[in-house]
């Protein structure tokens, strides 16, 4: 995808970047122009899947009781799947909001969200909607992973209620399709809405419907993807890819939200490291965090690369695993897949000094 080049931000400038109470006007892209063409980009024109797929043809008798059987069976298998891979994104979500490693974090989430399920097991709760609140527990805070043992969050969840007691099963109602091109607009909206808010709050001084055209387009590709491996992988008919397609929408765009802050973060911290060593006139120290800002690909360009490396993490866990349907709504973590960004060949610099940029 073609992205748009940082500009280098003068270490002058740096410090009023760094101080929100004073930056400038001037410094800061302004929004309120450009809300026109952010629609324009939150619409975007249509991908090729996202028109109707045809249903298969109904067929009589004894073949189409087998039929029938089958494309129940498939639905139940992508459900099952959808469930799984709805979960596990929170938990990479999660990872990417707290400062440690993202790979060395999952493993650690799991295992917590494992074993709370069980503790709550033993409470008669055990049910797909409460384990899709815990990993959205973990995701709005991260550090509960450390912080609340499982056995104390089951109790506060769920007092001890008497042995001949039963929970009462999950009632959800079923998705009602809007129409197939409504939907897929609707998703991309979502999906974009999530990302408006994450750039607002990371701001990288770019032109708002630029971060969204780019968001969209990285997203199209990734979802549309995806949405491919798991009809493929599932064997389902065609007339399940708008149902993968919006699923992978929804996780994609929270996951590039969450990606977005997190090199925000990253960078301004660079940043701030760089401008200390030029304020302790350590040219040697700025120019080392200058190469390690490269090298670990901050900034605003940046941003499509970790995401690319996060759903890598995300398709260790769903996409490149086997899930048997018992598993489904309570899955052992699987280990990811290793991040190729931890591979990366070494590159030269400049023996220059470089002021790093969001």
């Known amino acids: 995808m073609s992205t748009v080049r940082s500009t280098a931000i003068p270490p002058a400038q740096l410090g009023a970047y760094l101080t929100p109470a004073g930056t400038s006007a001037s410094v800061r892209s302004t929004p309120a122009p450009a809300l026109a063409a952010m629609r324009q980009a939150a619409a975007g024109p249509l991908t090729a899947t ?7 043809v109904p067929m009589t008798g004894e073949e189409g009781e087998v039929q029938q ?13 959808l469930a799984h891979g709805k979960v596990m994104s929170l938990l990479v979500s999660a990872a990417l909001r707290q400062p440690q490693a993202v790979e060395a974090y999952l493993p650690r989430a799991g295992q917590w969200l494992a074993d709370c399920t069980r503790h709550l097991a033993t409470r008669l709760l055990r049910n797909a909607g409460l384990h899709r609140l815990l990993a959205a527990l973990i995701e709005r805070n991260p550090d509960w992973v450390s912080q609340r043992s499982p056995e104390t969050l089951a109790t506060l969840l769920a007092p001890s209620v008497p042995a ?3 929970w009462p099963p999950e009632e959800r109602r079923e998705w009602v399709s809007a129409g197939a091109s409504l939907d897929v607009q609707w998703g991309y909206a979502r999906a974009l809405a999530r990302i408006a808010v994450a750039a607002l709050e990371h701001d990288f001084q770019r032109d708002r419907a630029t971060v969204l055209a780019d968001a969209r387009t990285v997203l199209a590709h990734a979802a549309t993807e995806r949405a491919d491996r798991l009809c493929q992988r599932l064997e389902l008919d065609p007339s399940t890819h708008p149902i993968a397609l919006l699923h992978y929408l929804n996780v994609g765009g929270r996951l590039y939200a969450a990606t977005l802050a997190r090199v925000h973060r990253e960078s ?3 940043i701030q490291d760089y401008q200390d ?3 302790r006139h350590d040219p040697a120290g700025a120019e080392a965090i200058a190469r390690q800002y490269q090298e670990g690909r901050l900034g605003y360009d940046g941003i499509a690369f970790h995401f690319a490396a996060t759903l890598r993490q995300l398709d260790g866990l769903t996409l490149e695993r086997e899930l048997a349907p018992e598993e489904a709504h309570f899955p052992r ?3 990811p897949s290793p991040s190729a960004a931890t591979n990366r060949p070494a590159r030269s610099f400049p023996s220059a000094l470089w002021p790093p940029s969001v």
């Open 50 to 56: 996202a028109a109707a797929a045809p249903w298969p």
């Open 69 to 81: 059987t089958q494309q129940r069976a498939a639905r139940e298998r992508l459900k099952h799947a």
């Open 164 to 166: 001949d007691a039963r």
């Open 268 to 270: 301004v911290a660079r």
């Open 277 to 279: 060593c030029l304020n």
């Open 333 to 335: 973590l699987a280990s």
